[in-house]
């Protein structure tokens, strides 16, 4: 089955991701944002993780705490879900993702075959297993295992390299992959692949490639006030896979109804002849919205 995929234009790649960059480094603080849909969720979405738009459907992973966490130690315990729904909002395929302890998805990307899905345990410096899906049949095959949680993974589909980003997006790790998919970077030891990530504007929540050496993530930071209240901002960050460097930072300045950051879970972005149409889920439970926004860029 051919996929017509929002990010990648099949028949001119290159023009696409070129577009799409460029779109999105126009974006400023005071850029026009137009509602266009808020569709709620005909299903039990439980706390939304990551979400990509493939055609006409949505993908989006989300994790069902059965078990609150104790403390940093205690990754609690639940579900892994990955799910497949409409513009309507009506669900039409589901699968559970995880193993035990490791329940907690993350945020997940499509390299126009198969889309990558980080389930890790639910606390920092975990572990973590890395799924590949086939889209139609919602068939998951394992792809490798690490000794880290990984919150967000990108995999560009012209690239034979995966990367990922840790609890928090604080660290980076890359791995080489062969023509067949599997991994061939031979350690499995955290501390002597990890790289700092220098940025420190938000926290990753979902990221996705936007060409064979960039990502774009969506996330937020909270900062708490003098008053003791706290401030939730939200913002979209490029970031070269290369240096493994910010390239382009900037707030998200829209807001849920219930005062979410619409970065606060999942995102999707993709281009339009007038500029950018974005895609957010940004509640968790039944008030889990699909928002669309577009913005008109010259």
């Not at 849909?37 to 493939?54: C, E, N, T």
């Not at 459907?57 to 799910?83: A, I, N, P, Q, W």
């Not at 920092?124 to 394992?142: C, D, G, H, M």
């Amino acid at each position: 089955m051919k996929y017509l995929v929002s990010f990648w234009l099949i028949t001119s790649p290159l023009f696409a991701q070129h577009s799409l960059v460029e779109k999105i480094k126009q974006l400023r603080p005071a850029t026009e944002w137009s509602q266009t849909a808020a569709i709620r969720l005909q299903f039990p979405s439980f706390h939304p993780q990551g979400m990509v738009k493939i055609g006409e459907f949505f993908y989006m992973s989300s994790v069902e705490v059965t078990r609150k966490r104790r403390d940093s130690s205690d990754g609690g315990e639940g579900v892994g879900h990955l799910f497949k729904f409409d513009a309507t909002g009506k669900l039409l395929g589901k699968i559970t993702l995880g193993e035990g302890a490791m329940y907690h998805p993350g945020g997940i990307d499509f390299d126009g075959k198969y889309l990558w899905v980080p389930v890790a345990e639910y606390r920092p410096n975990s572990r973590s297993i890395i799924y590949k899906v086939e889209p139609e049949s919602l068939t998951a095959q394992e792809v490798m295992r690490f000794d880290d949680h990984i919150g967000a993974i990108v995999h560009p589909p012209s690239s034979q390299t995966l990367s990922g980003a840790s609890w928090g997006s604080r660290h980076f790790y890359h791995w080489n992959l062969d023509k067949a998919g599997a991994v061939t970077t031979t350690t499995n030891i955290p501390e002597k692949q990890r790289i700092s990530n220098p940025s420190f504007y938000i926290d990753y929540q979902d990221c996705h490639s936007i060409s064979p050496n960039l990502m774009l993530c969506g996330g937020l930071q909270k900062f708490k006030k003098n008053d003791g209240t706290t401030l939730s901002l939200g913002g979209l960050e490029i970031v070269n896979l290369t240096d493994n460097r910010p390239v382009f930072q900037v707030p998200l300045l829209l807001w849920s109804p219930t005062g979410a950051p619409m970065t606060n879970n999942p995102f999707f972005i993709e281009s339009t002849a007038k500029g950018l149409r974005a895609y957010f889920v940004p509640d968790d439970d039944a008030a889990s919205t699909l928002f669309v926004y577009e913005a008109t860029l010259k």
